[in-house]
């Protein structure tokens, strides 16, 4: 097949095996120029939302950082005749490969991680491949969950609490500034929100794991958060996704006071807002990120996914020195601390009032923003030849449920 990026609102609804494979090989290229200190490091790893994003970048680091052995946990699905798979799946493909080849144990399980069969089978393959595990990498991004006992399903609302949100944003359709305008989330949504990206189904994992007696003397875990400034504020932390990630901190703080009975811990981390198919859905998101991209590559403190990954595990969680975790007054590692810089929030500020449709290539980095999202599905890279026929039906070690 010889596949073409086809973008559709904020999805592209195309992938490209090889250019999904190139970015994992660039992602484990990275990490290896690191030369993190592996005998800091975690050892037997379960990453819960495995495939892309952060996810992704945890596991890669954990593996080829620290030469550990993983089981990854995502909802991908494989190509068909007609179609491409998704990138996750194209992601997972590449990562199994290049693992198996450095003689890393890396396993998969593709199905919904909100299932309590999905924590069976993790436990089941823990205790057949890997004994115990040393981390837990909580990752998951997703519109809805099916609550585990009574099947019904619950969606997650991208909306202001209170107000009705106005502000300028960009219509990635058409590379066009418009005044995006958001209703607020009634009670309902706000509520389900949390059911959905809160900290429950990380606790359910956790006690799970915990009950099944497979998480090692001084077993640690962390989820993901992100926090921002006021630009973002309205719509992310003062909206309904905020009180989901202020769930997920109440969560922390419970997981971690057990964890600690084995000298383990449980942390939120709060990382940068990077390019993924999560973030590329919250309104405004894409124009600040244009944004700060550009500011924070000219102050020479642009990271990527992989680069805070990296960073995460190699200067807080398993930092040579040892010693104390650093976290702020609730407990969360502050991997955003370069992007909430008061310089680069001021610039992003001062930026805001300017953007139109005309300069938005010029005074923002738009281009790199687009060029970012087209290469989470494998096109935009000088390496692959988009001209090519490709095999789609790509498989690897993985147990579908
Ligand atoms: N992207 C950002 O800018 C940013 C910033 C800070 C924090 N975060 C946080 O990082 C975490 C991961 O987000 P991301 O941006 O990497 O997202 P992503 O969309 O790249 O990845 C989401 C992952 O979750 C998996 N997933 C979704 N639903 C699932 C289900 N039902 N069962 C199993 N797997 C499922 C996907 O397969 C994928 O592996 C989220 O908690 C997010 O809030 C993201």
């Known amino acids: 097949m010889i596949i073409k990026p086809k973008v559709r609102g904020f999805i592209c609804t195309t992938t490209h095996p090889v250019g999904c494979e190139q970015n994992v090989r660039e992602q484990i290229e990275a990490t290896r120029a690191r030369n993190l200190d592996k005998s800091a490091g975690p050892k037997k790893v379960l990453v819960i939302g495995a495939s892309s994003g952060y996810g992704l970048a945890a596991r890669i680091t954990a593996a080829f950082g620290y030469g550990a052995d993983t089981l990854g946990v995502f909802f991908e699905k494989p190509a068909t005749e007609s179609k491409p798979g998704t990138a996750g799946w194209y992601n997972s493909a590449a990562f199994d490969k290049f693992a198996k080849q450095e003689g890393l144990y890396s396993k998969s399980i593709n199905g919904d991680a909100f299932s309590h069969e ?4 993790a436990i089941e393959l823990i205790k057949q491949d890997m004994g115990e595990i040393d981390l837990v ?17 619950k969606r997650s609302s ?24 958001v209703e607020p989330a009634t009670q309902q949504e706000i509520d389900d929100t949390i059911t959905v990206m809160g900290g429950e189904d990380w ?8 009950q099944a007696g497979v998480l090692a003397k001084g077993a640690r875990s962390v989820a993901f958060s992100y926090i921002g400034t006021e630009i973002t504020w309205p719509i992310y932390w003062h909206g309904a996704l905020g009180k989901a990630k202020e769930d997920l901190d109440r969560a922390a703080a419970a997981i971690d006071a057990r964890l600690k009975e084995t000298s383990g811990g449980a942390n939120v981390a709060v990382l940068k807002s990077v390019v993924t198919q999560a973030s590329a859905a919250i309104p405004v998101m894409p124009l ?20 805070q990954l990296n960073r995460l595990f190699g200067e807080r969680l398993y930092a040579p020195q040892g010693g104390e975790l650093v976290t702020d007054e609730a407990g969360r590692v502050r991997l955003d601390d370069w992007e909430l810089r008061d310089d680069i929030q001021q610039a992003c500020q001062d930026l805001w009032p300017e953007v139109t449709t005309d300069n938005l290539f010029e005074i923002t980095d738009y281009a790199g923003y687009k060029h970012e999202f087209l290469k989470l599905f494998g096109f935009e890279r000088d390496d692959v030849d988009y001209d090519a ?12 449920l």
């Open 389 to 400: 026929d490709v095999d789609t039906l790509v498989e690897f070690d993985v147990v579908n």
């Open 158 to 181: 991208l909306k202001p609490i209170g107000e009705t949100y106005r502000a300028t944003a960009i219509d990635t359709n058409k590379d066009a500034i418009i005044e995006a305008e």
């Open 118 to 121: 999905a924590r069976q089978k």
């Open 203 to 210: 606790e359910l994992w956790m006690d799970a794991l915990d």
């Open 288 to 307: 600040y990120i244009a944004m700060v991209y550009r500011i924070m590559k000219e102050q020479g403190v642009h990271e990527g996914t992989i680069d």
């Open 137 to 153: 990498v909580y990752s998951l991004a997703s519109p809805v969950r099916k609550l585990p006992d009574s099947g019904e399903l």
